[in-house]
Nanobody, 122 residues
Framework: QVQLVESGGGLVQPGGSLRLSCAAS????????MAWFRQAPGKEREFVAH????????YYANSVKGRFTISRDNAKNTVYLQMDSLNAEDTAVYFC???????????????WGQGTQVTVSS
């Protein structure tokens, strides 16, 4: 069992940056593929990025590639999402997820956090 708790969301101006964190419970964090998804109002949940357990190979959605960076610290049981050059289209609730399958499909992930709101607005 893995419990995930996101933090770091908030209101930011266009062009600004935020760093999201997702703290995981359990001793097996390092064995999970960790991912970030997001869901904007009235839209379906979409994949943002994931990072493998070892080596730390990353993969990004085209919409965030070059602006967002996913990373993990297995010693702290935490995964991060550094978000730069934010725009209004990035406004959404951001969720972290843990799974055993290297996938961009949400249903492939076993554990989810409660989400953190990111709002990009002037």
């Amino acid at each position: 069992q893995v419990q995930l708790v996101e933090s770091g969301g908030g209101l930011v101006q266009p062009g600004g940056s935020l760093r999201l964190s997702c703290a995981a419970s359990g001793r097996t964090f390092s064995s999970y593929i960790m991912a970030w998804f997001r869901q904007a109002p009235g839209k379906e949940r979409e994949f943002v990025a994931h990072i493998r357990e070892t080596p730390y190979r990353e993969y990004y959605a085209n919409s965030v590639k070059g602006r967002f960076t996913i990373s993990r610290d297995n010693a702290k049981n935490t995964v991060y999402l550094q978000m730069d050059s934010l725009n209004a289209e990035d406004t959404a609730v951001y969720f972290c997820a843990a799974g055993r399958v290297y996938s961009t499909t949400g249903s492939e992930y076993d554990y989810w956090g409660q989400g953190t709101q990111v709002t990009v607005s002037s």
